[in-house]
Nanobody, 119 residues
Framework: QVQLVESGGGLVQAGGALRLSCAATGSGFSVRTMAWYRQALGKQRELVASITSGGSTNYADSMEGRFTVSRDNAKNTVYLSMNSLQPEDTANYSC?????????????WGQGTPVTVSS
């Protein structure tokens, strides 16, 4: 069974840093684009960053320069390094991955990991 397992969220003071991880577990698939989204309380979910299997990245404008997305294809894992965190970065961060099984593509979501930035 395929799952996306996230870790690394928590409480941090403003100006601090966190690193999130998301691993695609299971077998019989290849991982294509992986992405991080976040949803703050009362707000819509928004894209944070994405990375293709070839390493091409895309960032939301407000996060470029502070956040870095990377991946380890051998481990089917994507990372999000977050620096200079601010209270407005407080949200539930979710991992998203497009997996290919034979000729079919599926989109999976992780359960989310909360990030709280205190002022």
């Amino acid at each position: 069974q395929v799952q996306l397992v996230e870790s690394g969220g928590g409480l941090v003071q403003a100006g601090g840093a966190l690193r999130l991880s998301c691993a695609a577990t299971g077998s019989g698939f290849s991982v294509r684009t992986m992405a991080w989204y976040r949803q703050a309380l009362g707000k819509q979910r928004e894209l944070v960053a994405s990375i293709t299997s070839g390493g091409s990245t895309n960032y939301a404008d407000s996060m470029e320069g502070r956040f870095t997305v990377s991946r380890d294809n051998a481990k089917n894992t994507v990372y999000l390094s977050m620096n200079s965190l601010q209270p407005e970065d407080t949200a539930n961060y979710s991992c998203n991955a497009e997996l290919q099984v034979g000729p079919w593509k599926y989109t999976y979501w992780g359960q989310g990991t909360p990030v709280t930035v205190s002022s």
